[in-house]
């Protein structure tokens, strides 16, 4: 079974992010954690980024159409974008939202996430273990 990752705005740039909330961590470090964490659990991965609420839109549909899991780092969008919000319902598999931090422990804006109440379950504040705590979540939920 495949499971699609998806990564929003800004994490293909964690380098030169806020090193308190990311520490070292890298886009290719989430890259990493998925292939490992699909391999550890027999899935296949396809892993995207994008800056591009449209683009995400789309890849949600598309994942929509094929029944896909998806695993999802909405990034800033998780805050605030009603569109994906509304793609996200019409996924007809699991979706697990992952966060690299805590988003309770930072600014006010980031503790309200408009994508936790129509997912299955939210993980936050693990680094990449967050990814690979989703893989683990997801295959009880799959399988
Ligand atoms: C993030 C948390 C969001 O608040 C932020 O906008 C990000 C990354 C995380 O993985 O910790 O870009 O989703």
């Known amino acids: 079974m495949k499971i699609l990752v998806l990564n929003g ?16 961590i890298s886009y290719q470090d989430i890259e990493k954690a998925c292939l490992q ?7 296949e991965v396809e892993i995207k980024q994008s800056n591009d609420e449209a683009e995400l839109i789309d890849w949600l549909h598309a994942a929509a159409d094929s029944k896909t899991p998806v695993i999802f780092n909405p990034a800033a969008f998780t805050h605030y974008s009603y569109a994906i919000r509304d793609a996200v319902v019409m996924l007809k598999a699991p ?32 680094g990449v273990d967050s990814y690979r705590l989703a893989f683990a979540a997801m295959s009880e939920l799959v399988k």
Do not use: M, W
Request: aromatic share 10%; net charge negative; hydrophobic share 35%.
């Open 9 to 24: 705005p800004n994490l293909s740039r964690l380098d030169l992010r806020e090193k308190n909330y990311y520490g070292d």
């Open 37 to 43: 964490g699909a391999k550890d659990l027999d899935f």
């Open 95 to 126: 979706c697990i939202e992952v966060h690299l931090s805590n988003p309770l422990s930072r600014e006010d804006f980031r503790h309200t996430s408009v994508i936790s109440g129509v997912v299955q379950g939210s993980i936050a504040g693990f």
